[in-house]
């Protein structure tokens, strides 16, 4: 069992940055793929970045590539997503996911953090 806990969103102009925070709770953490999803209003959660377990491999969705950076700390438990050159059609709930499997689904899921990119 895996608990999520994001923080790190809020309001920010475009061009701006943020870095969300996912803190878990749970033994086997360090075994599982990471990742963030977002869901904008009125559309479908979709993937944004992911992490292995050994944090040697990552993988993003083609319109955050160069801006987001995902990463993760073992020892703490934690796995960050850096934004960066935000734009408004980023805005969305950030969730964080552990168990991600490709870039559909995931084992758990964190409560969600409000993103909000203002033009």
């Known amino acids: 069992q895996v608990q999520l806990v994001e923080s790190g969103g809020g309001l920010v102009q475009a061009g701006g940055s943020l870095r969300l925070s996912c803190a878990a709770s749970g033994r086997t953490f360090s075994t599982y793929t990471m990742g963030w999803f977002r869901q904008a209003p009125g559309k479908e959660r979709e993937f944004v970045a992911a992490?292995?377990?050994?944090?040697?491999?990552?993988y993003s969705k083609d319109s955050v590539k160069g801006r987001f950076t995902i990463s993760r700390d073992n020892a703490k438990n934690a796995v960050y997503l850096q934004m960066n050159s935000l734009k408004p059609e980023d805005t969305a709930v950030y969730y964080c996911?552990?168990?991600?499997?490709?870039?559909?689904?995931?084992?758990?899921w964190g409560q969600g953090t409000q993103v909000t990119v203002s033009s």
């Open positions: 992490i292995t377990w050994s944090g040697g491999t990552t």
């Open positions: 996911a552990a168990g991600v499997r490709g870039t559909r689904t995931a084992d758990y």
